[in-house]
């Protein structure tokens, strides 16, 4: 069983960065992916960004690519995503999943943070 735990959410003025971070419970995730996902009010969930585990391979969606950066830290188990330069569209709750690299599927959700961005 994994368990994800997002932190670092926040209210930030556009143009302002935030950097969130998911704390894993898995001691080793090896050849896995994880995911970051978000989900405005009103709107479907959106996929952000996602790394592999074990060669840090990166995909980025295209709201966000060029001013978001996901990065993993293997010794923390730790799973960041920095974001800058952000607009009041980003306001979101801001979703941690993971899933093997086999899968399609993420099977394993965080909880969320809110990310707000005003005006």
């Known amino acids: 069983q994994v368990q994800l735990v997002e932190s670092g959410g926040g209210l930030v003025q556009a143009g302002g960065s935030l950097r969130l971070s998911c704390a894993a419970s898995?001691?080793?995730?090896?050849?896995?992916?994880m995911g970051w996902f978000r989900q405005a009010p009103g709107k479907e969930r959106e996929f952000v960004a996602s790394i592999s585990w074990s060669s840090g391979t990166t995909y980025y969606g295209d709201s966000v690519k060029g001013r978001s950066t996901i990065s993993r830290d293997i010794a923390k188990n730790t799973v960041y995503l920095q974001m800058n330069n952000l607009k009041p569209e980003d306001t979101a709750v801001y979703y941690c999943a993971a899933r093997p690299g086999s899968q399609s599927k993420y099977d394993y959700w965080g909880q969320g943070t809110q990310v707000t961005v005003s005006s």
């Open positions: 898995a001691r080793t995730f090896g050849p896995w992916n």
